[in-house]
């Protein structure tokens, strides 16, 4: 199955600094990313996402980068804002023909005023 | 249009007690899934359904766990009997694709479930 390992677990940056959270997975089937926002005590929310045939997607502040030859894909967040606090959860399909998700650990990242 | 909806939202039983929790997906969505998120870690897929037929369970523990889906639409899932490392919030989630591919996958609020 599936294997995805994410970095840091904690990330502390100034307001109005960018962030960057990295994934690496084992699967080189896997051909869908996601990556999911949760706030405490709050269900996960789905907040970009990129497949296989593109190795860039970008969403006003946030931006998704894929490196299919090195199974890595990377979360980019510019001008942060005291609202991107919260926890980021990169994903990949669990594989073996079904689309349930493999997450990573997770990171906490905390945006200092 | 309506969530994910998920019930109950906390339960809090003694070990080797039973619990079962209740999900209705968004409307018209086939695919629905369970993922059991302990505190500190990210969500853990349990199972998966199509309309009503498990696509994959690998990662269910099946002498204490079970899931069904009515007629394709809501779901259960049962903990019989419990046991105190079962505590954590399980997460229901939907999406409207069949197959694979990679869909946008709905989650609901969560129960939970604390084991005392």
């Known amino acids: 199955g599936e294997n995805v390992e994410q970095h840091p677990s904690t990330l502390s940056v100034q307001e109005g600094d960018s962030a960057v959270i990295k994934c690496t997975y084992s699967?080189?089937?896997?051909?869908?990313f996601p990556w999911y926002k949760q706030e405490l005590g709050k269900r996960p929310q789905l907040i970009i996402d990129?497949?296989?045939?593109?190795g860039e997607k970008k969403d006003q502040r946030i931006a998704v980068t894929l490196n299919k030859t090195a199974k890595h894909f990377s979360l980019h967040i510019t001008e942060t804002q005291p609202e991107d606090s919260a926890v980021y959860f990169c994903?990949?399909?669990?594989?073996?023909?079904?689309?349930?998700?493999?997450f990573g650990k997770g990171t906490h990242l905390i945006i200092q005023p | 249009e309506a969530g994910v909806a998920q019930s109950p939202r906390y339960k809090i039983i003694e070990k080797r007690q039973s619990v079962a929790f209740w999900c209705n997906p968004i409307?018209?969505?086939?695919?629905l899934y369970w993922y059991q998120q302990i505190l500190g870690q990210g969500p853990k897929l349990l199972i998966q359904?199509?309309?009503?037929?498990?696509?994959?369970d690998s990662q269910l523990p099946k002498d204490r766990f079970s899931a069904e889906r009515l007629k394709g639409v809501d779901s259960t899932l049962k903990i019989q009997p419990a046991k105190l490392e079962d505590s954590a919030v399980y997460l229901c989630?939907?999406?409207?694709?069949?197959?694979?591919?990679?869909?946008?996958?709905?989650f609901g609020a969560g129960t939970r479930l604390s084991v005392l």
């Open positions: 989630a939907s999406s409207s694709h069949l197959g694979t591919g990679g869909y946008i996958q709905y």
């Open positions: 699967d080189s089937a896997s051909n869908y």
């Open positions: 990129i497949r296989s045939n593109v």
């Open positions: 994903a990949a399909p669990s594989g073996g023909g079904a689309d349930g998700l493999t």
């Open positions: 409307s018209g969505h086939a695919t």
């Open positions: 359904f199509q309309n009503n037929g498990v696509v994959d």
